[in-house]
């Protein structure tokens, strides 16, 4: 077994520029880096908003193992049989038991266990359940000796500090997601846990966080709700590259842009 593991972090992919860019740019990326796992958020990848089977797959193809989401996931027909029929596709752990599919995948790839974590924040987002209790629910199940990543879909800096520090030490890596911009902020925490406030997204780079740009300055601009519209052209990749000793402690974190 190698001395250390890498998980290479993508941030939310937007709309058909988002997925280009990964189907172009991924496969060098993960050669760069040796990645052994690879992880993004695909919420956002159908037309901008939600997620079909076809742009999964498209996503896969390109090299993803494991694809994370939030409140978007459900924007799409078809969301409950696709959560259901693709156990590579999340949505947070804390929505109620009753929602359709599952926050949690456990996998092996590369020569290490992984468990794969999604998770919501309720700061500005809707009142889901904890987000701090389920995890303690879901890491109690897991074996010693997995390499947990968590994905943290969650508008609050303060509740991803937060929910960071209370896992540190508990979880290998900690992403943010949701915002669409990537931080400055990543760091290994006292504990060992590899942390960034947010990942960025994968998606056009003339727009505003993901969508058209006059659309929404005129929606910021008339208070109207005008509708929002993925954007075009060419894209940027965002993401991290987070590596794992043997001990299950990060010991360095990378931002990753192209």
């Not at 172009?24 to 993960?30: A, K």
């Not at 359709?100 to 794969?116: F, N, Y």
């Not at 889901?128 to 109690?140: G, K, V, Y």
């Not at 994968?202 to 659309?215: E, L, R």
């Given at each position: ?49 939600g997620l ?144 960034i406030g ?61």
């Open positions: 077994m190698p001395d250390v593991h890498r998980v290479l972090m993508l941030g939310d992919v937007i709309g058909d520029a988002g997925i280009h860019a990964v189907a172009q740019d991924l496969p060098g990326l993960i050669r760069k880096y040796g990645a052994d796992l690879v992880v993004a958020n695909g919420e956002n990848a159908a037309g901008g908003f079909t089977l076809e742009t999964a797959n498209q996503l896969f193809s390109a090299g993803i193992d494991v694809l994370t989401s939030g409140n978007h996931i459900w924007e799409k027909k078809g969301a409950t049989e696709l959560l259901q029929g693709q156990p590579r596709i999340l949505r947070p752990a804390n929505y109620p038991a009753m929602a359709p599919g599952r926050g949690l995948l456990e996998l092996t790839k590369g020569g290490a266990r992984w468990a794969v974590m999604n998770l919501q924040g309720r700061e500005g987002m809707s009142p889901l359940d904890s987000p701090f209790a389920r995890a303690d629910e879901l890491l109690a199940g897991i074996a010693a000796g997995t390499i947990v990543v968590v994905d943290f879909h969650a508008e609050s800096f303060a509740e991803k500090e937060a929910l960071s520090l209370y896992l540190d030490g508990r979880v290998s890596v900690f992403a943010g997601t949701h915002t669409h911009v990537q931080t400055a902020d990543e760091r290994i925490l006292p504990k060992g846990t590899g942390y947010d990942l960025g997204m994968s998606g056009p780079v003339d727009s505003i966080i993901g969508v058209k740009v006059d659309g929404c300055l005129k929606r910021n601009i008339s208070q109207m709700p005008i509708k929002m519209e993925v954007a075009e052209g060419q894209s940027t990749i965002c993401g991290a590259i987070f590596t794992i000793g043997s001990d299950g402690r990060c010991v360095e974190v990378r931002r990753v842009r192209v």
